[in-house]
């Protein structure tokens, strides 16, 4: 009968790994088929981009078909008529979100307004509405990686666009005469003023249907479109107004602010900002800023820009009644703007880092319960005083030495959890002498490590990486991480408990540690890992784009010597322990990991708003994983009891025998 405890410690790991599966079960299914959606979110980008191209080329062209409530061309009639019923149908066949019913209903508005002859200007107003929402409710990277080179852009138009476009963008090249319909003249004002940079930098990148514009997406890098697109806007202004323009924009602070990153400048179109300031001063500044685009410096550097007028226009959409576009646009508030200076602010004001986050939660929950417009309009105006008090905080050249502790204390914080994980599994495969199976452990953090590479330069030269993609990586990889490390804690409890351990590891470990298994330490090794290396260059890029660049290499390698000390501590005490209490400690140190891992993983799902943000009143302690939030600190609950009663039933069962 010895066969019997074996069977029963199969059943009880059996117990035990079934509830580890049917928990990851439940966590991916806060979102329904979350890797299929995911997919259809990327395979949706393309058709994002069409549909705001259809859009664009609605606004602008309707002028040239309809005037005076009467068609001036059939064809151009019967074109914009079939490209509104594309934008219809288009929408229709995007990925299920939130806003895109109303999105549609928008789009079918605007068809039958162009079905009754609406004016030029109502269809260039309700064509720009629809493309807008579409951006904030299907958002795509919309900005240059970099500052676009004017000078570069000339001559790759002169090599390319010559012959259609001819030299100064008239339309009048080589090949102009044999072309149907002919080459765009750039140098028209009239349509100019209606078109975004964006726009140029779309029609260079995809080409035109029906037209013999092509795409030079494959034959440019998305860098030299853009600098195609910022020298293409320049022939519709002259060498006076540029110098008028940069008067304007240095004299004019209220402008600046504005206007205040590449990625608000590429979107703004001369005509909806002539509205607000006069129509001779817009065309003058965007046609500085258009030829001199590095006098407006880079995106990323305008994080609390963005995130206030993000947050001005989720205030005027929630006035309007329009709640679930301000939710969206609060969401993006905080993700796309104010998200990625936390690590700054960290360094320099943690307390004000937390109420900023509490501020934004307290926002989001009033638009999403339709409080009063006088509740959100006041959370609003608390938040632009935070805002303010960043802008305090952060004003000036960071500081080398918070900027040295900043780089050296991100590393060391994400590094130890990691740590923690990897160094554990690896002195365990000693302790049981399975070394054959040490190398898929090796090999899955130091493949953690590529991907981290990999993600900065996809982060850095590819994509603008959006802040709910970085939120829900590190959600759903920190959920998995803590239901799998449960799991495991509640394994090794259970053998640091069970009698003649000692002949139950060298019998039947072998059979256990298959190549299944083998495989799962890599995962898991892969996946404690990278969430830690994403999470940890998301910041070091935040930081960079402050300067200092030779403070946060001296953080970085001093965090590097630092995670080398402890590994080395790590490593000696866990070997020395005997192997029971090595079992023993583990489990709980594991346990710990994955209630820590819990509250982390729920607040970055609900930061990317795919679960409800609930405030509480209480602490936060992000070390430990606990924020003010309800659905963080129940997920720790239910790890932490589920925790408690694996180990009370290990306890129990090996006292029973």
Not at 429 to 453: C, F, N, Q, T
Not at 525 to 531: E, M
Request: aromatic content about 8%; hydrophobic content about 50%.
């Amino acid at each position: 009968m010895d066969h019997l405890p074996h069977q029963k410690h199969q059943r009880r790991a059996l117990t035990t790994w079934s509830i580890v599966l049917l928990l990851l079960a439940a966590c991916f299914c806060l979102r329904p088929s979350l890797a299929a959606e995911a997919d259809a979110n990327a395979d949706a980008s393309g058709d994002v981009r069409q549909v705001w191209k259809v859009l664009d080329y609605l606004a602008v062209d309707y002028a040239g078909a309809v005037g005076n409530g009467a068609v001036i061309s059939a064809s151009e009639y019967d074109e914009m008529k079939e490209f509104a019923e594309t934008a219809v149908t288009r929408l229709t066949a995007l990925p299920p979100r939130d806003g895109q019913p109303a999105l549609v209903k928008q789009a079918e508005e605007l068809q039958a307004a162009i079905g009754a002859l609406a004016s030029p200007a109502d269809i260039n107003r309700m064509a720009h509405s629809v493309a807008d929402n579409l951006l904030a409710v299907y958002p795509v990277p919309m900005a240059p990686a970099n500052t676009p080179d004017v000078a570069r852009g000339k001559v790759l138009f002169e090599s390319k666009c010559f012959a259609c476009h001819g030299l100064h963008g008239s339309g009048d090249g080589p090949a102009a005469a044999q072309l149907n319909p002919p080459p765009i003249a750039f140098t028209n004002h009239d349509r100019a003023r209606q078109r975004s940079l964006f726009s140029l930098y779309e029609v260079v990148s995809q080409g035109l249907t029906d037209t013999p514009m092509k795409s030079f997406q494959q034959t440019l890098t998305d860098d030299e479109r853009w600098d195609v697109a910022f020298y293409v806007s320049t022939f519709a202004g002259t060498p006076e107004l540029r110098t008028e323009g940069e008067k304007i924009w240095k004299d004019d602070t209220a402008l600046r602010a504005r206007l205040p990153n590449l990625e608000v400048l590429v979107h703004t179109i001369e005509a909806s900002l002539g509205a607000d300031i006069g129509d001779d001063k817009a065309r003058a500044v965007m046609s500085y800023l258009r030829g001199a685009p590095e006098a407006i410096g880079h995106a990323s550097a305008g994080g609390l820009a963005l995130a206030r007028s993000q947050l001005a226009e989720s205030l005027k959409a929630y006035q309007a009644g329009d709640a679930k576009r301000a939710g969206i646009l609060a969401l993006s508030a905080y993700l796309d703007g104010f998200e990625p200076i936390e690590a700054m602010l960290r360094g320099r004001d943690a307390a004000l880092l937390a109420q900023v986050e509490g501020g934004m939660v307290v926002y989001r929950n009033r638009v999403s319960a339709g409080a009063p417009v006088a509740d959100v309009t006041a959370q609003a105006q608390i938040l632009n005083g935070l805002f303010d008090a960043t802008d305090a905080a952060l004003s000036g050249q960071q500081d080398g030495v918070a900027t040295f502790l900043g780089a050296f204390t991100i590393l060391v914080r994400e590094g130890v959890e990691a740590l923690l994980v990897v160094v554990a599994m690896l002195t365990f495969l000693g302790k049981v002498e399975r070394r054959d199976v040490l190398p898929y452990v090796h090999a899955g953090w130091i493949l953690a490590l590529v991907a981290g590479a990999a993600t900065w330069g996809i982060a850095a030269y590819f994509v603008n990486i959006s802040g709910a993609n970085r939120e829900l990586t590190e959600g759903v990889s920190s959920v998995f991480a803590a239901v799998v490390l449960l799991g495991v804690g509640i394994w090794m409890h259970q053998k640091s408990l069970a009698g003649r351990w000692q002949a139950y590891i060298k019998e039947k470990l072998s059979s256990a540690l298959t190549r299944k298994s083998a495989f799962f330490l890599f995962l898991l090794a892969f996946v404690a890992v990278y969430r830690e290396v994403f999470e940890t260059i998301l910041f070091y890029i935040a930081l960079w784009t402050r300067g200092n660049g030779a403070s946060i290499l001296g953080g970085l390698a001093a965090g590097i010597v630092a995670l080398g000390i402890i590994t080395a501590i790590l490593f000696r005490t866990s070997r020395r322990l005997p192997i029971s209490q090595f079992f023993a400690w583990s489990s709980l140190l594991i346990a710990v990991l994955a209630v820590v891992l819990a509250g982390k993983g729920f607040a970055a799902l609900q930061e990317a708003g795919w679960v409800p943000a609930i405030a509480v009143n209480v602490p936060q302690i992000e070390a430990l994983g606990i924020y003010p939030s309800m659905l963080p600190l129940i997920a720790q609950g239910v790890v932490l009891v589920i925790a408690v009663a694996g180990y009370l039933w290990n306890t129990r069962s090996s006292a029973s025998h």
